[in-house]
């Protein structure tokens, strides 16, 4: 008598794929997955799993990426986040063969790690800076603000725009202005970090100083510098400045580009406050919690790192501090 189980007429069910691979687009935008079906299947369900192999092919903790007759699949690389020293990070991704929606349960598995300029060049983050090194001259707050409050008065119109100032000649400055040589060489090393790999922006958004303005046209990251009020150093809502700087941290970037915001220190907020020098933290918006809160200004309920965006708390994702001395090396 012939063994039923090894006798070749035997329908043995879908197997796994073979050859499952992961890749990047050349425009560094997908994750590219390419796989041959196995004997005996007529479809591939692909599922994504971060820092852990999926458990099978119904695991509800894994992502499905697809589940179709064919033999490649790909995702937006901006669905992902990097790697990092201080959070490890690696997909896995697992394929199996499936017939009439039954899936065998062996699979096929690849993984991949995304570098902190790999993410970037998939887009979907935003960039803090502060200006570059600016030890020139000294701000005069005593010339006052736009909106008077408790700590200073109203701005005379003999010193309109006193922040806007330029002047570099300390005897007439009424704003601290960047340091040269230094400056152009911090900003100009930055710019060539994302010229030459390929990483995009949307948007870049500065404070109104000239110190900040200098600094985001010295990265020249493309878009038209956005001068605005909000990330602008005391002279506006200075109170509620960090939050709506952490507005804006939650605000997702245009698909495949990233936002750039060129602020200040001196304030007591989260990572913020601690920037040196052209130094940069990343962030990865994230969609909002299920706590309500009352509007974007402080005191609505939502913690110091969190923005109140369409009525509900958002903590944008903190992904790395840069210090400037480390761009070109970066992976």
Sequence with gaps: PVDAGVDAGVDAGPQPPTGFMASLSADGQLVQLRWANGPGSTDVKVLR????????????AAAVVSFDAGTQASERVDLLLPSTT????????????????ACETTGARTQLTLTLTQALRGGGYTLVWRHATASTCSDTLSLGCVVPRTDCVQVQSSAANWWKSCTADCGNATARQLTQPTANQETSTIHTYFASRG?????????????????????????????????????????????????????????????????HAGFTCPTLDALAWSEAAVFKPQAPSSRACGGLDAGT?????????????????????????????LP
């Design 49 to 60: 799993l971060l820092n852990a192999a999926p458990a099978g092919p119904n695991d509800p």
């Design 86 to 101: 201080a959070v490890p990070r690696t997909y896995t991704y697992a394929a199996y063969g499936c017939r009439g929606g």
């Design 301 to 329: 309920g939502c913690a110091a790192d969190e923005a109140c965006v369409s009525g509900f708390c958002t903590r944008p994702l903190l992904i790395d501090r840069l210090l400037y001395g480390g761009w070109m090396s």
């Design 199 to 263: 990483v995009t922006f949307g948007r870049v958004l500065s404070s109104e100083y000239c110190r900040n303005v200098q600094t985001a046209q010295g990265l020249d990251l493309g878009p038209v510098i956005e001068q605005r009020t909000e990330l602008t150093y005391y002279v506006y809502d200075e109170p509620n400045r960090c939050a709506h700087t952490y507005g804006f941290l939650s605000q997702p970037p245009a698909p495949g580009t990233n936002t750039a915001l060129v602020g």
